[in-house]
């Protein structure tokens, strides 16, 4: 059958990821440097990547395509968790594919024993909008408006004193400038020696982003999401571990959606480059806790 369908332009396309997690249904995968369009199937044509791509290297087209099925697309989203079918059914709300909704909404009614969350609190959550039940205060709130959800507005509660950390106030700052676009790849500061690579709000949401992950380091920061010309980022990043020799890489990244491209901009760079260096992927939550710290 002929449907909507998303086209990538490989020429504009440098696999930063900011696309990956906006597809909810799972279409969407990088695979040797570029977004690709993984499955038919999966891809209901409605193009909220779009907006999403900063080198705007996706569109939509009408070409013969596998009938979308709401059903084997469900059958993968559960398997992800809660989070991820709220904010696939959410999706189909906004974009009002009212029918594919109450398909998914049925797939969950009928296979609610079997499932590891509650049915009710998803439906709940899709039906106003986003917000999640008030007796249900641990669990992640989505957005509604098909707005980014690293965007929402969140209040954190201050932490006691006595539940702090002591932070020096020393800053541990070695070098200028420090954002990606200003600072030559080469520079004294970067040769044979670790970097960290920071999306620029973690500094913002780390009481101890200096002491403890900053110091005896270089730093360059980024922005995956409003920061253009990420091609020539890559570009950096590639030079850093080949001509300056860098030790090791470590990607420091918040955990909305978004940030993500940062991480998969990193390694796009070490599978380019002929040297091969450690990279440490660390994503920090929203309220300053260290949610994943690995070796990838």
Known sequence: MVRDMVKIDEDLCNGCGVCIPECHEGAL????????????????GLGACLNHCPQGAMTIEKREAEPYNETKVMEIMVGKGINTVIAHLSHLKDHK????????????KEHADSLSFDVQQVLSTVHNGGEQPATRPTAVKHHAGGGCPGSQERVFKPVAMAQQNTVSGASELRQWPVQLHLVNPNAGFFQKTDVVLAADCVAFSLGDFHSKWLKGKALAIACPKLDMGQQEYLHK?????????INTLTVMIMQVPCCSGLLQLAKTAAEQATRKIPIKAVVVGLEGDILQEQWV
Do not use: H, N, P, W
Not at 237 to 245: F, G, N, P, R
């Open 29 to 44: 995968q990088i695979i040797d440097g570029k977004a690709r369009l993984i499955s038919d199937l999966m891809c209901d």
């Open 97 to 108: 594919e009212f029918t594919y909704l109450k398909e998914g909404v049925a797939y969950l």
């Open 237 to 245: 990043l590639v030079t850093m571990i080949d001509e300056a020799q």
